[in-house]
């Protein structure tokens, strides 16, 4: 817990705490009287934003319940369910969790598909316990990594945010608390109040592309190229942010001229839309399949955006496939996403 016996809050816990509400008060993410579903995996971070909101419920009238999705992947996984729910009773919250029982697909790597059943998980459960938002404990650190990890497997403007501190994906709100906090803070509450928590085996081996990014690509720009570059990553992270805020005002304007929703499909005019500049008709393509999917960015890849482009310029009758069996076709009028 985040108090003491004699009622006064010390050490590094304290300034921890005391940083983080600043922070979330400042943000104003988290609204008074929310209610508020948590993502507890039973790791550091997660098992920090608990106790962090818990401290806060009171100052911000909260309502907090804990949600844990077991992926299934390594034995043993059901304990981390254990422990989760051990910590919500121990706090007095509500705990709801699930067990994964679908095969991943092949072709599709065990990250994206984590993350994926993950996020489903989220927004069933969010929708059936009537929540405000969901809170996800990524750190500063998370926000670096993957900040790296876009540029390595090739991103744009909209790549580079990385993460942002409140998202929507498929109507539901998505909350990251923690994202100015960085892990030797995670760490130093959690050992200055004595909390436990339970280590992923799978985060101490380099199999995955951010544990290689975590291990030793950070740590070596770290190194040989400058000390601060989780916050230099981060910083990029942010300004990315704030100039893709705008060009979306832009898109906003746009949209309605060149985007109908017909029976199920998105149908982009090709006229109109070849007649903007290349950033926006990117933009208005990668929101024609957020809208089609409702996903942010429809997750289309570069690739996926260039031979789009391409095709819709050229004007021909194509047929494109495109992620997760959705598909395109390209003809003198339109941009068929379906």
């Keep these: 817990m985040v108090t003491r016996r004699s009622g006064q809050r010390v050490g590094p816990a ?48 909260l309502q907090v319940t804990v949600a844990h999705y077991d992926h299934a992947l390594r034995p043993g996984s059901s304990s981390d369910c254990s422990f989760v729910r051990k910590i919500s009773a121990s706090l007095g919250l509500n705990c709801v969790w699930e067990r994964n029982a679908v095969r991943k697909p092949a072709g599709m790597s ?17 929708r059936a316990h009537s929540v405000d938002a969901v809170a996800l404990a990524h750190t500063k650190d998370d926000l670096a990594e993957t900040v790296l990890m876009r540029i390595l497997r090739g991103t744009g403007l909209a790549g580079l945010r990385a993460m942002l501190p409140r998202r929507v994906i498929n109507g539901t709100v998505f ?29 101490a081996g380099d199999d995955f592309l951010r544990n290689r990014v975590r291990h030793r690509l950070i740590p070596y720009i770290a190194r040989e190229f400058t000390p601060s570059v989780i916050d230099k990553l981060a910083e990029l992270a942010l300004n990315a942010a704030s100039d893709y805020a705008f060009l979306e005002e832009e898109l906003m304007k746009v949209l309605p001229q060149v985007v109908r929703i017909r029976a199920g499909k998105v149908m982009i005019a090709r ?20 809208r089609l999917t409702g996903t942010p960015a429809g997750a289309l890849a570069c690739r996926h ?34």
């Excluded at 008709?281 to 957020?290: F, K, Q, T």
């Design 14 to 61: 304290h300034r921890v705490l005391e940083t983080w509400k600043a922070m979330v008060l400042r943000q104003g993410i988290i609204p008074h009287g929310a209610r508020i579903m948590v993502g507890v995996s039973g790791g550091a971070d997660s098992v920090s934003l608990v106790h962090l909101l818990y401290a806060l419920r009171h100052e911000l009238a």
């Design 175 to 203: 909350l990251r608390p923690m994202l100015e906090m960085t892990r030797a803070q995670v760490e130093a509450f959690l050992v200055e109040e004595g909390l436990a928590h339970r280590e992923d085996p799978t985060n």
């Design 110 to 126: 065990v990250e994206d598909f984590a993350r994926q059943r993950r996020f489903d998980f989220f927004t069933r459960m969010a």
């Design 271 to 290: 006229a109109s839309w070849s007649a903007f500049s290349a950033a926006m008709r990117r933009m208005i393509l990668r929101e024609g399949m957020a």
């Design 305 to 338: 955006v260039d031979a789009l482009e391409r095709a819709g310029l050229e004007g021909a009758r194509t047929v494109l496939s495109l992620p997760a069996g959705h598909r395109a076709v390209i003809t003198d009028k339109f941009i068929s996403l379906s």
